[in-house]
């Protein structure tokens, strides 16, 4: 499986980190823009926080929002989003480098803005709230296109980062529509907004830019064009620049849309046919350089080309402080992909997402690819490039980006992609989706296996299959162990899925109770890990040799595996992935063997919150890590956790009877523990409750937070209540903050 990912390519240059820097770097004023000093200083006098600028397109808020940060005295800080950012993990890890310019601490916390499940919001959120929270200097952190991030994930995770903004600061979001997030917060009195009827242009104020603009024209005329265009700013520099090129505004009415299409077609159509075929073109592309132009639109004089529509200002802006870079303004682009579409067909336009697709990959931006081939209706490249970077952006904490894909795949295209299959299993397993992990591992039993053969990585559809499979542990312990070594047989040794594959042959080697072979096992999974980068296989094993190694009373062993084991987990910023709940339960036992009852805590702690999405779908993995749980538990004289763990490990059972040997040691301590007179303790957090508490630091409703949670509103009110019982509070913000004084939430 490929890892190419970064964006550095052959010549050195890493465009990922290039365009990194366009998102964060505030955009020059366009020439000709009229002042909004008036409407920015009523806002940077508000005691809200949060600013929201909510207007359609065209309507100036960039223009807002850069003039705004050259008036402003405070530390600024600039994040613009794309399509691609729709993911809370990507979101977090914008707004973390961004505040890296007046913050500290921001540099440390970029790293731990990722995670699966709740776990963004449960950790990420909070920990970028605390960021904010601890800046030194007053600042002001301005959030640009906040509309390709409006799903509910993102702007959950948005609204808990923003509630550390401290006084006499401010965040600016602007966005083409209100979201629901603003609307919460207005109505909790922390949110102010500036609307379209705010940004709208006056008859002085258009006349100001069409002087700007040189643009000579009578006053009642401006009059009757500030009325047809209802201020709109936008049209009005349109109008300004058909003006200034004797052109006749007579035909101007309508509503904005069409408006703009008039406006944008006569502002052109004086423009060379090859230059209009260049500009229509290159629309595909939401930021594009010279080299993206030849090689997508085709057009060997491309520097010439961006060099002329950048002298004419047509709504061309420069993304790099040295003009490599570039996109148009959004609302000229949606115009420049109609024209396209009509000029030369929609299959033109998939041809030319196809193109930019194959450039991107060739870059290693292998993510902004896929969102060509999914535009492109390409679903069948789609399907194999989200299987060959799937491992990556899983590490990096990008599994919502991953489903998204899926999603727009479709089921039917992903049938006819073993690979892709598989990676929707693993998906859906390692988010805690029974729903889909059953579905996809009952796709796969269907694949037949004669035609074995998937992606650029030559993997083996059985052998893959295979891992799957044991991981799930379907058919009980022996098939498994049968499974597992199917998957390393047919494993090129470079390939990152090895090490799974021989974690896997461990962990089925002591379902069926050869502990020896499955040290040797995990022993290669930890070497192979370390030799591919994928650092899952080891943080499962290390933790594995620990026990193996306090069974044969080799303590010092034992120590060794288990700080291994945490310490992967904590270098590789995985805490709240699934995986890692048992390298810290047995990290916890280790820390309680030793008397350090502090560390002990934050891990056990740590623990308990990843086994949230650990489900019989993982059975091994999640008996394991429940069972060491609930050991640590009952060493801490909390016999009511322990049971509790206990209870769980039954559910697992219940869908998953033949585990092995594991039946037999959690029998065991069953024993132990109905054999203490001593019950003391209280009950934990069940993971539906652990699902629900993160989302308590938010305005959301009762109702909200069940259609979040895709449960009802009175499992919702009973999981609450049962979570203000354990915690012994009254309160939502009670609640939050004895769930972080526990380490529930936040770090």
């Given at each position: 499986?490929?890892?190419?990912?970064?964006?550095?390519?052959?010549?050195?240059?890493?465009?990922?980190?290039?365009?990194?820097?366009?998102?964060?770097?505030?955009?020059?004023?366009?020439?000709?823009?009229?002042?909004?000093?008036?409407?920015?200083?009523?806002?940077?006098?508000?005691?809200?926080?949060?600013?929201?600028?909510?207007?359609?397109?065209?309507?100036?808020?960039?223009?807002?929002?850069?003039?705004?940060?050259?008036?402003?005295?405070?530390?600024?800080?600039?994040?613009?989003?794309?399509?691609?950012?729709?993911?809370?993990?990507?979101?977090?890890?914008?707004?973390?480098?961004?505040?890296?310019?007046?913050s500290p601490l921001a540099e440390s916390a970029?790293?731990?803005?990722?995670?699966?499940?709740?776990?963004?919001?449960?950790?990420?959120?909070?920990?970028?709230?605390?960021?904010?929270?601890?800046?030194?200097?007053?600042?002001?952190?301005?959030?640009?296109?906040?509309?390709?991030?409006?799903?509910?994930?993102?702007?959950?995770?948005?609204?808990?980062?923003?509630?550390?903004?401290?006084?006499?600061?401010?965040?600016?979001?602007?966005?083409?529509?209100?979201?629901?997030?603003?609307?919460?917060?207005?109505?909790?009195?922390?949110?102010?907004?500036?609307?379209?009827?705010?940004?709208?242009?006056?008859?002085?104020?258009?006349?100001?830019?069409?002087?700007?603009?040189?643009?000579?024209?009578?006053?009642?005329?401006?009059?009757?064009?500030?009325?047809?265009?209802?201020?709109?700013?936008?049209?009005?520099?349109?109008?300004?620049?058909?003006?200034?090129?004797?052109?006749?505004?007579?035909?101007?009415?309508?509503?904005?849309?069409?408006?703009?299409?008039?406006?944008?077609?006569?502002?052109?159509?004086?423009?060379?046919?090859?230059?209009?075929?260049?500009?229509?073109?290159?629309?595909?592309?939401?930021?594009?350089?010279?080299?993206?132009?030849?090689?997508?639109?085709?057009?060997?004089?491309?520097?010439?080309?961006?060099?002329?529509?950048?002298?004419?200002?047509?709504?061309?802006?420069?993304?790099?402080?040295?003009?490599?870079?570039?996109?148009?303004?959004?609302?000229?682009?949606?115009?420049?992909?109609?024209?396209?579409?009509?000029?030369?067909?929609?299959?033109?336009?998939?041809?030319?997402?196809?193109?930019?697709?194959?450039?991107?990959?060739?870059?290693?931006?292998?993510?902004?690819?896929?969102?060509?081939?999914?535009?492109?209706?390409?679903?069948?490249?789609?399907?194999?490039?989200?299987?060959?970077?799937?491992?990556?952006?899983?590490?990096?904490?990008?599994?919502?980006?991953?489903?998204?894909?899926?999603?727009?795949?479709?089921?039917?295209?992903?049938?006819?992609?073993?690979?892709?299959?598989?990676?929707?299993?693993?998906?859906?397993?390692?988010?805690?989706?029974?729903?889909?992990?059953?579905?996809?591992?009952?796709?796969?039993?269907?694949?037949?296996?004669?035609?074995?053969?998937?992606?650029?990585?030559?993997?083996?559809?059985?052998?893959?299959?295979?891992?799957?499979?044991?991981?799930?542990?379907?058919?009980?312990?022996?098939?498994?162990?049968?499974?597992?070594?199917?998957?390393?047989?047919?494993?090129?040794?470079?390939?990152?899925?090895?090490?799974?594959?021989?974690?896997?042959?461990?962990?089925?080697?002591?379902?069926?109770?050869?502990?020896?072979?499955?040290?040797?096992?995990?022993?290669d999974a930890v070497d192979l890990s370390e030799?591919?980068?994928?650092?899952?296989?080891?943080?499962?094993?290390?933790?594995?040799?620990?026990?193996?190694?306090?069974?044969?009373?080799?303590?010092?062993?034992?120590?060794?595996?288990?700080?291994?084991?945490?310490?992967?987990?904590?270098?590789?910023?995985?805490?709240?992935?699934?995986?890692?709940?048992?390298?810290?339960?047995?990290?916890?036992?280790?820390?309680?063997?030793?008397?350090?009852?502090?560390?002990?805590?934050?891990?056990?702690?740590?623990?308990?919150?990843?086994?949230?999405?650990?489900?019989?779908?993982?059975?091994?993995l999640s008996v394991r890590t429940r069972l060491?749980?609930?050991?640590?538990?009952?060493?801490?004289?909390?016999?009511?956790?322990?049971?509790?763990?206990?209870?769980?490990?039954?559910?697992?059972?219940?869908?998953?009877?033949?585990?092995?040997?594991?039946?037999?040691?959690?029998?065991?301590?069953?024993?132990?523990?109905?054999?203490?007179?001593?019950?003391?303790?209280?009950?934990?957090?069940?993971?539906?409750?652990?699902?629900?508490?993160?989302?308590?630091?938010?305005?959301?409703?009762?109702?909200?937070?069940?259609?979040?949670?895709?449960?009802?509103?009175?499992?919702?009110?009973?999981?609450?209540?049962?979570?203000?019982?354990?915690?012994?509070?009254?309160?939502?913000?009670?609640?939050?903050?004895?769930?972080?004084?526990?380490?529930?939430?936040?770090?």
């Amino acid at each position: 499986m490929s890892t190419t990912t970064s964006g550095e390519v052959a010549t050195g240059v890493d465009l990922a980190a290039v365009l990194l820097e366009s998102k964060l770097a505030v955009p020059s004023l366009p020439p000709g823009s009229v002042s909004r000093r008036a409407v920015i200083g009523r806002a940077a006098r508000s005691d809200a926080r949060v600013i929201a600028v909510s207007a359609p397109a065209g309507f100036g808020k960039t223009t807002l929002l850069a003039e705004w940060a050259q008036l402003e005295e405070r530390e600024i800080a600039w994040v613009s989003l794309d399509a691609g950012d729709d993911d809370p993990t990507a979101l977090l890890t914008l707004l973390a480098s961004a505040c890296a310019a007046f913050s500290p601490l921001a540099e440390s916390a970029i790293a731990q803005m990722r995670g699966v499940g709740v776990a963004p919001l449960a950790r990420a959120a909070p920990l970028l709230s605390a960021v904010l929270a601890a800046s030194p200097e007053p600042f002001v952190l301005f959030v640009d296109d906040l509309h390709f991030a409006d799903s509910p994930g993102c702007q959950d995770v948005l609204e808990v980062a923003v509630a550390g903004v401290p006084a006499g600061s401010q965040v600016i979001l602007a966005s083409r529509r209100e979201t629901p997030l603003i609307a919460r917060m207005r109505t909790a009195g922390v949110a102010a907004e500036v609307a379209a009827s705010d940004l709208s242009l006056a008859s002085d104020d258009a006349r100001a830019l069409f002087a700007r603009v040189g643009a000579s024209i009578a006053d009642d005329e401006l009059d009757s064009i500030v009325a047809k265009s209802e201020g709109w700013p936008a049209g009005l520099f349109l109008c300004a620049q058909i003006v200034r090129a004797d052109g006749d505004t007579a035909g101007i009415s309508g509503d904005h849309r069409y408006l703009a299409d008039y406006l944008y077609r006569e502002c052109i159509a004086r423009l060379p046919p090859d230059v209009q075929r260049f500009l229509r073109r290159t629309a595909v592309l939401t930021k594009f350089s010279a080299d993206a132009c030849v090689d997508v639109a085709d057009e060997d004089r491309a520097r010439e080309m961006i060099h002329e529509i950048d002298t004419a200002n047509l709504f061309l802006i420069p993304l790099d402080r040295e003009r490599g870079w570039y996109r148009y303004h959004a609302l000229f682009r949606e115009y420049l992909l109609a024209e396209l579409e009509r000029e030369e067909g929609a299959a033109a336009v998939q041809a030319l997402h196809r193109r930019a697709a194959a450039w991107l990959g060739d870059q290693g931006l292998a993510e902004a690819a896929v969102e060509h081939l999914l535009l492109a209706g390409d679903l069948d490249r789609a399907a194999v490039v989200t299987a060959d970077v799937a491992l990556s952006l899983y590490d990096r904490g990008r599994m919502l980006t991953i489903r998204r894909w899926l999603g727009a795949i479709g089921p039917d295209e992903i049938r006819r992609h073993p690979p892709a299959a598989v990676i929707a299993g693993w998906a859906g397993a390692l988010s805690g989706d029974i729903a889909e992990g059953e579905r996809w591992a009952h796709v796969l039993e269907g694949i037949e296996t004669d035609h074995a053969c998937a992606g650029e990585e030559g993997a083996d559809v059985a052998a893959a299959r295979a891992m799957l499979r044991a991981a799930m542990c379907r058919y009980g312990a022996k098939r498994a162990l049968d499974d597992a070594l199917c998957g390393v047989s047919r494993q090129p040794l470079w390939s990152p899925w090895r090490a799974v594959a021989q974690h896997l042959v461990g962990s089925a080697q002591l379902l069926v109770g050869d502990e020896d072979a499955a040290r040797d096992a995990f022993l290669d999974a930890v070497d192979l890990s370390e030799a591919t980068g994928i650092v899952d296989p080891a943080i499962l094993s290390e933790p594995e040799l620990a026990l193996l190694a306090m069974r044969a009373n080799r303590v010092a062993d034992a120590r060794a595996h288990a700080e291994r084991g945490v310490a992967l987990v904590e270098s590789s910023t995985m805490i709240g992935y699934p995986v890692t709940g048992l390298a810290l339960a047995v990290g916890a036992r280790m820390a309680l063997r030793d008397e350090r009852p502090d560390r002990a805590r934050q891990r056990l702690a740590r623990a308990m919150r990843a086994r949230v999405d650990s489900t019989y779908l993982l059975p091994f993995l999640s008996v394991r890590t429940r069972l060491q749980l609930a050991k640590a538990h009952a060493s801490m004289g909390d016999h009511a956790a322990a049971r509790h763990l206990i209870h769980e490990i039954d559910d697992v059972f219940a869908k998953r009877p033949d585990l092995g040997t594991l039946v037999e040691q959690v029998e065991a301590f069953r024993r132990s523990l109905d054999g203490d007179a001593f019950a003391g303790g209280a009950t934990p957090l069940t993971p539906a409750e652990l699902r629900l508490l993160p989302y308590l630091q938010t305005y959301l409703t009762i109702g909200e937070i069940g259609e979040r949670l895709f449960v009802s509103r009175n499992t919702v009110s009973s999981e609450v209540s049962s979570i203000y019982r354990k915690l012994g509070v009254t309160s939502r913000g009670g609640a939050v903050d004895r769930a972080t004084e526990l380490g529930m939430l936040g770090d």
